[in-house]
């Protein structure tokens, strides 16, 4: 049950995106499209999840003088790793893409957040999960909002080079393909999220209001 409890925070309660507006940049800026937003959400997965098993292996062997340090050179090793992977293996333009955001993940604040905050005070299986959790819920929110920015930004989904045209061209709102279009579809976003975590708290408090009665 205490797993569970630090995956769902993670993926709904303390959603990093959508609750504590952490990763704000790769949520604007790597949202055109879902094939960015899928590798990016892999990218931090990647870094997110080895970090927290090695910082949470090593945490009673570190200085706490020098904790930050020691986990900046952890994070930006990984980091370096994973931009080499993609430099690699990715298509020339999705790199393009993505390449300024894979070096800013050093300096993220979920990573080293999770680092700080639980990471370096948890064992090593509960740092996995709550790596997954995070993982989970950024990957969720950025991915929600590359798909409505690019069907509505130009009317079609795509992946690797193929397109799936949903809507006609025409009535595509180049806006929301633009930065201005980011900010908009993530406010709304989170808008949705925030409306439907509330009434989803409403019934539950509802119904233990109801079994109390009885």
């Not at 430099?87 to 999770?114: E, K, M, T």
């Not at 819920?137 to 509505?152: D, K, P, Q, S």
Request: glycine share 6%; net charge positive.
């Amino acid at each position: 049950m205490k797993k569970l409890k630090v995956f769902l925070n993670g993926l709904l309660y303390e959603n990093p995106t959508l609750v504590i507006f952490l990763g704000m940049c790769p949520a604007l800026g790597t949202t055109g499209t879902i094939e960015n937003a899928v590798y990016m959400s892999l990218c931090v997965l990647f870094v997110l999840f080895l970090s927290n098993v090695i910082i949470s292996s090593i945490r009673k062997i570190v200085p706490n003088e020098v904790r930050i340090p020691v986990y900046i050179i952890i994070i930006a090793t990984l980091v370096s790793i994973v931009d080499m992977l993609f430099h690699a293996y990715l298509p020339y333009d999705v790199y393009q893409s993505l390449g300024s955001f894979i070096s800013l993940i050093v300096v993220n604040c979920i990573i080293l957040g999770r680092a700080e905050s639980f990471a370096s005070k948890n064992k090593v299986s509960d740092s996995i999960i709550d790596a997954l959790g995070y993982s989970a819920g950024f990957a969720m929110a950025i991915i929600v909002v590359a798909f409505f920015r690019e069907l509505i930004g130009t009317g079609a989904l795509s992946w690797a080079g193929h397109s799936l045209q949903i809507i006609p061209s025409e009535y595509a709102i180049k806006l929301f393909s633009t930065n201005s279009g980011a900010f908009i579809t993530l406010g709304l976003v989170v808008a949705g999220y925030t409306a439907i975590m509330e009434a989803v708290k409403a019934k539950k408090a509802a119904k233990e209001k109801l079994a109390e009665n009885k």
